[in-house]
């Protein structure tokens, strides 16, 4: 393999961009990105970076015997050097030992050729006469060819100077049309046309003699070769084969010949694939002609490698996507050892939510959107892998200069509600989360355009309508396959929390909170004679805004006081004890704490200063509603996870869905939901009416719903009898702070 000078000049400008986008996940807790400005800035606890799920096609720059060097195929830059662990150089290596040149890196420029054994360090200079132009490289032998059309082969000689000799035994008036290095450093193959009549064969790089194979194969043929077999327009045969001998056909398939290794063939990148099975890098035997699977799961960068092997990437997902080294053994077969990582290529973020401990990215993935989740843990930073939370969807219908397209809104319980609208125009609250599945994704057509997405938590998602202003309260009970309008209603400033809706009351200063399953109505008076133009609801606290010029605060319920906070036209978001907002004009997002009583804001970040996406509350960030931190779209596609450093509210119960079965089983259990404020950890017990527990599970809350399953068995796994039973849930706060929670209630089996 040559590399190019002018190219490497080129990447080594990128290494730097190239470095900072190579990390899928990480924590950065010991510093922020860079930031302008003398503001003491508190430091993210971590990022994640949206990367594909389409494994990367890899690019060999060059592979030799103690390495190679690879770049993504849609790169530019420097590529990644990976070495083989355990390879020994050889003593003594030059252009005098044509073995050798199995790890020679060969840089061509112009009328020279720079070669450099790669684990040795010797070097040598092969110089193009003139009047021969330069057609490709095999180890230390560099292949040319004169204004007549005769071959060469050039190699450096021990006095620095370049032997040439031309190539012999062409047939008289054949024309060279390609020139290919394959599986050896010891021979190249040389594909001609004569009489109309295309030929392949190999140059024997010692003495520069060439010998004939194949002849009538496709003007352009798929060539593979090693020291032993020369493969061509799938006909085969051996390289010490007797003058004369006939090739073998070998039956076609729709794929590639990628190399040969020892007696077998390997074939992959299929142009086409069984539904429900992934491409394979297979091998044939061309001695027995058996078939077997080398690499399952393996497509995309696929090279044979000049000491006689291949390299291949293979893997279960994007995310554990791998170089493999493919090498002969003794008993003809091949072995393969994973000899590199590729990371994931990274993906533009084009909308953010999070809820319930989970960070929601929304990114392009192949031919449509997919939603990805990412686990934080208690302290905000993000642990495990990038997880895919929707099937794919459509494009959202995004309106002209539209700041908040796709609409995210984390509800808290794993769901994500989202908007779509059809070519008819006809919109849908979506949602999704739990699963990729189709199966796994439920809308609702809501009958009106240009809408958005006001806020919900679990079951509930709050819509408000475009033209004429209507607004709606989409629900998606438990277990239901699809959604429906549980409430339609004029279009005012409105927030959700659990199953309780505020709204303005019917005087200045006061918002109503309604109950959506019981009706009953709690009335808050703020103070000022003004009518909201925004709500939102956390726990126990209110904000409200009366506009840009009026006035603002957070009404605490449980403390019956307002705490007025700063006002103004940039978006805000509501978390548990604290209000979030950014500043326009110095791209700042600030964090005003009111836990105490009293509003105290500071410097939570400092935003790119040009939007980086659209899409979420604002577009570039987002709030935990549910106990959590807060997220910021940062440069180079990192999203930056910030705590509020605000205790907690203590857990609660916001909504439940529980209810008495008349029969459980393995495939239909009991299976309630109870909507919490934050996550946490649970115990659910069943106990008979005289108090003896019968069953009792353990788990972890999904966002912050708890989702248990009873199967109708005991602790001792036989069924449990028909009758009234008592459950107990024990939900412990996940970040520690606050009591636990305890709720009780009975069902009826049977």
């Known amino acids: 393999m040559t590399r190019s000078r002018n190219k490497a000049i080129r990447s080594r400008r990128l290494a730097t961009a190239v470095a900072a986008g190579a990390v899928a996940l990480s924590c950065a807790a010991a510093a922020s990105p860079a930031q302008a400005g003398p503001v003491l800035l508190p430091p993210p606890v971590g990022f994640v970076t949206l990367r594909s799920e389409q494994p990367t096609v890899v690019h060999y720059m060059w592979a030799g015997a103690s390495g190679f060097q690879w770049e993504p195929r849609s790169s530019a830059g420097p590529g990644t050097w990976v070495d083989y662990p355990g390879f020994v150089p050889p003593a003594h290596a030059g252009p005098d030992d044509l073995a050798t040149g199995t790890d020679v890196v060969s840089t061509w420029d112009g009328a020279e050729v720079t070669q450099q054994h790669h684990s040795t360090g010797v070097t040598a200079t092969v110089t193009i006469p003139a009047g021969q132009t330069y057609r490709t490289t095999s180890g230390w032998s560099v292949l040319t060819q004169d204004a007549s059309g005769t071959p060469h082969v050039l190699r450096a000689a021990a006095d620095g100077s370049t032997t040439d000799l031309p190539v012999t035994g062409l047939p008289a008036g054949a024309r060279p049309t390609g020139y290919l290095a394959g599986g050896s450093v010891r021979r190249a193959a040389l594909v001609y046309t004569l009489d109309g009549t295309t030929s392949v064969g190999l140059v024997d790089l010692s003495d520069a003699t060439f010998r004939t194979y194949v002849t009538g194969v496709a003007a352009d043929p798929a ?17 010490d084969a007797a003058p004369g001998t006939e090739p073998g056909r070998l039956p076609r398939s729709p794929a590639e010949l990628v190399a040969v290794v020892g007696d077998q063939l390997l074939i992959g990148n299929p142009t086409f694939v069984l539904p429900g099975t992934k491409p394979a890098l297979t091998a044939l035997s061309l001695t027995t002609g058996e078939t077997g699977t080398v690499l399952a799961n393996s497509y995309g960068g696929m090279v044979p490698t000049p000491d006689g092997g291949a390299l291949a990437t293979a893997g279960p997902s994007s995310f554990d996507w791998n170089v493999h080294r493919i090498t002969p053994t003794a008993d003809g077969s091949t072995a393969t050892t994973k000899v590199a990582r590729v990371p994931a290529d990274r993906v533009p973020v084009e909308g953010l939510a999070m809820a319930g401990g989970e960070l929601f990215l929304d990114g392009r993935q192949g031919i449509g959107h997919r939603i990805s989740g990412f686990a934080l843990n208690a302290a905000g930073a993000p642990v495990g892998p990038q997880t895919g939370r929707s099937p794919i969807l459509a494009d959202a219908t995004c309106l002209p200069g539209d700041t908040a397209c796709p609409q995210l809104e984390a509800l808290g319980d794993g769901h994500v509600a989202s908007l779509f609208t059809d070519s008819s125009g ?53 277990g239901a396959t699809t959604g429906k309008v549980a409430l339609s209603r004029n279009r005012t400033a409105a927030a959700l929390w659990g199953q309780v809706l505020w709204t303005p009351g019917s005087t200045k200063g006061s918002i109503t909170g309604r109950d959506l399953k019981t009706g009953r109505t709690t009335a808050v008076v703020t103070g000022f004679r003004c009518r ?14 009366c506009g840009a010029s009026g006035p603002a605060g957070v009404y605490d319920r449980a403390a019956k006081r307002n705490i007025p906070v ?9 978390g548990d004890g604290f209000l979030v907002r950014e500043n326009r004009t110095t791209h700042q997002l600030l964090l005003t704490d009111v836990h105490t009583g009293t509003a105290k804001t500071s410097v939570l970040a400092v935003l790119p200063t040009t939007d980086q996406n659209t899409g979420g509350s604002n577009g570039r960030w987002a709030v935990d509603r549910f106990g959590g931190p807060i997220a910021y779209l940062g440069y180079d596609g990192k999203v930056w996870i910030v705590p509020s450093r605000v205790p907690t509210s203590p857990l609660a119960q916001l909504e439940a869905q529980v209810y008495s079965p008349s029969v459980i089983t393995r495939s239909g259990p009991w299976a309630p939901v109870w909507q919490l404020s934050k996550p946490s950890s649970w115990t659910l017990t069943l106990a008979t009416p005289s108090g003896t527990v019968r069953r009792t599970l353990t788990g972890t809350s999904t966002g912050a719903a708890v989702r248990p399953a009873w199967d109708g068995r005991t602790d001792s796994g036989g069924g449990a009898a028909t009758g009234r039973y008592t459950w107990k849930l024990t939900a412990r706060p996940r970040d520690g702070q606050g009591r636990n929670l305890t709720l009780t209630g009975t069902i009826t089996l049977g």
Request: charged residues 20%; aromatic residues 10%; proline residues 6%.
């Open 223 to 239: 060539v593979r070769f090693n020291d032993r077999w020369l493969v061509a327009d799938w006909r085969h045969i051996r390289v």
């Open 426 to 478: 006809q919109e849908y609250v979506v949602r999704t989360g739990l699963g990729v599945d189709t199966a796994s994704l439920q809308s609702v057509p809501v009958g009106d355009s240009r809408g958005r997405i006001a806020g919900g938590t679990g079951r509930y998602v709050l819509y408000n309508g475009g033209t004429p202003g209507v607004q709606k309260i989409v629900d998606f009970p438990r």
């Open 532 to 545: 909201p133009t925004d709500i939102q609801a956390v726990d126990s606290r209110l904000y409200w805004s």
């Open 566 to 574: 700063p006002a103004g036209s940039a978006p805000a978001r509501l």
